[in-house]
């Protein structure tokens, strides 16, 4: 499967963006779905997943409340809104794919695809 994810962009403290992910080649109903990030300097880390039926979500506790994830399948493409945006939200972010098996769904490794990143800039 081959990921293009968009939406970044600048914002001010407290507004909102949309990030989209969607899928070039393959079908993400096959997949359970995930967004990281990576601010310069930091490793990657997790956000957001959702599971393919959508009936599962997960996220990090820095996002919880603020940030939410959604899947589209029959546009193929998973969404991640975020809210209430700080400048600490400044990265690049990720969409990535998993095999509907794995449990484990934290870690980069959990992951078998990836997107090019989308940067998000938040000005204080």
């Known amino acids: 499967v081959q990921l293009q994810a968009c939406g970044g962009g600048l914002v001010q403290a407290g507004g909102s963006l949309r990030l989209s992910c969607a899928a070039s080649v393959g079908n993400l109903d096959n997949y359970n779905m995930g967004w990281f990030r990576q601010a310069p300097g930091q490793e990657r880390e997790f956000v957001a997943r959702?599971?393919?039926?959508?009936?599962?979500?997960g996220y990090s506790d820095f996002v919880k409340g603020r940030f939410t994830i959604s899947r589209d399948n029959a546009k193929n493409t998973v969404y991640l809104q975020m809210n209430s945006l700080k400048p600490e939200d400044t990265a690049v972010y990720y969409c990535?794919?998993?095999?509907?098996?794995?449990?484990?769904?934290?870690?980069?490794?959990?992951?078998?695809?990836w997107g090019q990143g989308t940067l998000v800039t938040v000005s204080s």
């Open positions: 959702i599971v393919w039926s959508a009936d599962s979500l």
């Open positions: 990535a794919a998993q095999e509907i098996y794995r449990i484990s769904y934290v870690r980069s490794t959990d992951y078998e695809y």
